[in-house]
């Protein structure tokens, strides 16, 4: 029988982490282990034995991974990425115990609204300009895949815009990036919140749909947000147009819409650090995907940080995301991997699990990233450490020496 032909294999890895489903030690390690790709698909997992029986390397590339780990690239599955300015007068006021209302008495930016106001400020090409570094940094700690959401300009044509930038970032960098819809994220201050709602629902919702400018529809439900009844409204007008649902729950109170978040079967729930355990239990038989993010917790000092192990007691899954915003310049997931062993509690193999497989899920990718399956897409990192762990222990370094994005070598440090 003739074997499939590869055109790159990555060999006799000191460790190689499936992350499939079902893996007893959450990572699905492979002592001496090899991948195999052709036409930007994985051929084949196992061991360097067991590739090399499998397929036909004429011809290959071949990059030994000896003393190293291979692993599935990281999915970064909320975030803000597309934004103007900068809000670092803001957090630094606050680090240092100051109230940011005085900030903005002095017309400095400060929290989404004024976010919103440099964003505006900035055309297509500008906001594309300033969103690839951050991308350029993501690629380069790991993240293939990277979950982008609109927010920032709650006007129907600067939404709209928004949604443009994610689809233009596509066309020019490696890194996939899902868009989300986000128009319910803040009342513009000029705008009476139901009459916003009115829009959000009625015009905006049908024009991203009708340009088929995002995946999903998200909705930031907490107290002085959107209430319960404004986010079913707004979701449910989503779903009618084809685009799934997400939420952002429960991240400063606990708002109730946890019942609705089970009741529309969102794809994911986010924050979670207010929803209660019998709440944890409903989403779980929901299929809801719970996200934490260690990072935006950490960054904003939060009162009452998401407790992950009561989350997985619960029955969810978890998935692991940077939140990167403008009050969470945060671009590295293995700094949440970090934070999330140390501060939250989850297992070197939990975190590593939640910020590939978990988060794949969240975004209902599974099916093609996340893992080092056959068939799926072949986004694999190989790391300059012998042991995964090393992820979480060694503190602020960045362990990624190469990137493989859809089989292609996109990042190879010396």
């Not at 630094?92 to 903005?104: C, I, K, Q, S, Y």
């Not at 895949?145 to 815009?161: D, I, N, R």
């Not at 919702?205 to 995946?215: D, T, W």
């Not at 994911?268 to 209660?276: E, I, K, R, V, W």
Request: net charge negative; proline share 4%; glycine share 10%.
């Amino acid at each position: 029988m003739e074997r499939p032909r590869a055109d790159l294999v990555i060999e006799h890895a000191s460790e190689l982490l499936t992350c499939r489903t079902g893996a007893g030690d959450l990572v699905g390690r492979v002592r001496d282990g090899a991948v195999a790709v052709a036409a930007g698909r994985i051929l084949a997992v196992g061991t360097a034995d067991e590739v090399a029986a499998a397929v036909d390397r004429t011809g290959a590339r071949t990059i030994y991974a000896a003393g190293r780990v291979v692993m599935p690239g990281f999915v970064d599955c909320h975030t803000h990425l597309v934004f103007g300015g900068s809000r670092v007068d803001e957090y630094a006021t606050r680090v240092a115990g100051g109230d940011p209302a005085e900030l903005a008495g002095r017309g400095i930016p400060v929290g989404i609204v004024g976010t919103v106001g440099q964003t505006r400020e900035l055309g297509v090409d500008a906001l594309v300009g300033a969103a690839l570094p951050r991308l350029a940094e993501m690629l380069a700690a790991g993240t293939t895949t990277v979950e982008s959401k609109s927010g920032y300009g709650l006007t129907t044509e600067s939404e709209l815009s928004l949604l443009d930038v994610n689809r233009r970032l596509v066309e020019v960098q490696p890194v996939d990036v899902v868009s989300t819809f986000l128009g319910a994220h803040a009342f513009p201050p000029d705008v009476p919140p139901d009459r916003y709602v009115d829009l959000v629902v009625a015009e905006m919702i049908p024009r991203v749909a009708e340009a088929g400018l995002a995946s999903f529809c998200d909705v930031y439900c907490d107290e002085g947000f959107f209430t319960v009844e404004q986010s079913r409204r707004v979701l449910e007008a989503g779903i009618a147009h084809g685009l799934r649902p997400k939420i952002h729950l429960d991240q400063y109170s606990r708002t109730g819409a946890a019942e609705l978040t089970a009741e529309l079967r969102c794809v994911s729930a986010d924050h979670l650090n207010f929803t209660d355990p019998e709440e944890i239990r409903s989403l779980a038989e929901a299929g809801v995907v719970g996200v934490a993010m260690p990072g935006l917790d950490f960054a904003v000092a939060h009162p009452r940080p998401i407790d992950v192990r009561a989350v997985i007691a619960g029955g969810m899954t978890i998935a692991l995301a940077t939140d990167l915003c403008p009050g969470c310049w945060l671009t590295s997931m293995q700094f949440v991997i970090t934070l999330a062993c140390r501060l939250h509690r989850l297992s070197v193999a939990e975190a590593v699990r939640a910020a590939t497989l978990g988060a794949a899920q969240a975004l209902g990718l599974a099916d093609e990233i996340g893992s080092l399956e056959p068939g799926k897409l072949a986004d694999v990192l190989i790391l300059d450490v012998e042991r995964y762990e090393d992820l979480a222990y060694r503190l602020g370094r960045n362990a990624v020496a190469t990137v493989v994005k859809r089989g292609r070598v996109v990042v190879e440090r010396a």
